[in-house]
């Protein structure tokens, strides 16, 4: 391996010696494709592209390699960096079918809070108007609707003929459509 000054290796890479040119590739593609690696989120493939584009724009310019800007590392550096930026900048977002997004369940499937608001508007005015039953009427239409009682369930329940279940329930949903109807229309 050469023992040469990192400015010894490029200038040797310019003149066309190719053991010079192994030498540079040698000391400097850790760093180089590690930097190529950061900057482009750990796409080593990527990294790998970066950084073969990398020594070939140094082996390309290494006769414009000017000692009194910076070191060889920070030129070559510098070249990697430029390059992991543009690659980022040409990477395009592949795009993706609508039965694809629609597959995801992106879309919510939560009420709005204009809808929560209204269903809390809706249900405060349902238990005012249902506090405003007669008690026979509210107990007959809770068991029935909220609870799932049949009216014969709720005949034998409240010991009441089955006749007199169904009309209370009946009633109370009667009341309840016109009360809340009404409010609907103020």
């Known amino acids: 391996m050469w023992a040469a000054t990192d400015e010894a290796l490029l200038a040797g890479m310019a003149g066309g010696d ?3 040119a192994k030498a540079f590739v040698q000391r400097f593609q850790r760093q180089v494709f590690g930097l190529a690696v950061v900057v482009l989120g750990g796409d080593a493939s990527g990294a790998e592209d970066v950084a073969q584009e990398a020594f070939v724009r140094a082996w390309r310019y290494a006769a414009n390699f000017d000692a009194r800007r910076g070191s060889v590392i920070t030129w070559l550096l510098t070249i990697t960096r430029n390059l992991a930026i543009d690659a980022l900048r040409l990477r395009r977002v ?38 405003e039953l007669p008690i026979e ?42 009360d809340l109807s009404d409010d609907k229309e103020v």
């Open 18 to 20: 190719a053991d010079a």
């Open 94 to 131: 592949d795009p993706i079918s609508p039965d694809v997004i629609n597959a995801m369940n992106l879309i919510s499937t939560e009420a709005r809070p204009d809808e929560r608001a209204a269903a809390n508007d809706d249900a405060a005015r349902l238990h005012a108007a249902i506090a």
């Open 137 to 178: 009427q509210r107990r007959a239409l809770v068991l029935a609707a909220f609870h799932g009682r049949s009216a014969r369930e709720v005949s034998e329940s409240e010991q009441i003929p089955l006749g007199t279940a169904k009309t209370r329930i009946r009633s109370a949903m009667l009341r309840l459509r016109s």
